[in-house]
């Protein structure tokens, strides 16, 4: 069996979002009570990395010795030319892992008899130097101009291949991870999310699950046997204008020698410069057990919307985000 947290689009940027240091404690505290074998995080991490690298350190340095793995969002460079892949790739895992070359942002790794495989979905195509380019630095999503938008380009598409023909060698399962959706049930999905559910057909018993994050709403559905799983945002919920009260704060946070989160000061919510955003008035995760015949367990959490300012679920929008992680259990194609 095994145990992990998972949690997605944290979006920890101080002065731009309700999310804080603390989040990201009260998260790993809970891995370890749970026992976890790893936490996992979807993408979206943070903005404006560069300047925000506390919360790369509280997570992969963490006091509890976690093993922490991630996957790299559309907004990991957003803030400006500093916010380099350079910066960030080092930084999606704690533990080793296997690469097709050191600087790669695709990776995959053994625990137990269930291999992690998490892809980045974040290329696109450029028709004038014909070649495929990531996400590019101070953006939050491909270069205007260019074509076939969040895709998991070629060369990364064989890895995944031959990495899940290893799999299957080994008679080990698969689970993949990604930032943006590969069902195609969802609202916004990778660009050639078919092409990779059509890769997968040829892996039937070996990957069984793919797991998502960055459309804030939590949903799951089962496509050829494979379950499919998108995790809600952490804390930054939805975009629309919120009447928050002039007087609503939330506690600033900084590190101290050892790791702890301590209250610094308050921020107020008006003055963010995302305040017109919905936040849950909790961190949003979920624990995910899967056992050796291949039940897979989600445990979720319900929390409530900040301020207890309700959220009209009738309103039409392309998005419909709630505040909840449903429970839920599925027999995984083993």
Known sequence: MIKFLLFSDFHYCKGTYASTLNDLDIMLKKAKEEKVDFCFQCGDF????????????????????????????NHELEGGTDNTMELITPRLTNRPVN?????????HTDVKNIRLIGLDSNHS???????????????????????????????????LKETLDEAQEKGLKAIIFTHHALSGAFNFNCGNGKE??????NYKKTAVMCIC?????DAFTV???????????TRYLATETVPYPEDATFDL?????????VVVGKQSLSEIKHSNYRYSDRPMYAIVTIDDDGLL?????????????????????KYQNGVEIKDRTYKLNF
């Open 223 to 233: 496509v050829n046997k494979v379950a499919y799983f998108c995790i809600t945002a």
């Open 46 to 73: 943070s903005t404006d990395a560069i300047n925000n690298l506390e919360a790369f350190d509280l997570y992969l340095n963490n006091k509890y010795d976690l093993p922490c793995y991630g996957v790299v969002g």
């Open 253 to 261: 946070y900084e590190l101290d020698e050892n790791k702890n989160p």
């Open 99 to 107: 690469k097709p070359h050191p600087d790669a942002s695709y990776w």
């Open 297 to 317: 367990k989600i445990q979720g959490m319900k929390a409530q919307w900040i301020c207890g300012i309700e959220y009209d679920a009738t309103k039409e929008r």
């Open 125 to 159: 195509f450029n028709p004038e130097t014909k070649e495929w380019e990531h996400v590019p630095p101070g953006r939050t999503g491909a270069r205007p101009g260019n074509t076939n938008v969040a895709h998991v380009h070629p060369v990364q598409m064989q890895w």
């Open 196 to 201: 990779i559910r059509d890769l997968l057909e």
């Open 213 to 217: 994050g960055d459309l804030h709403m």
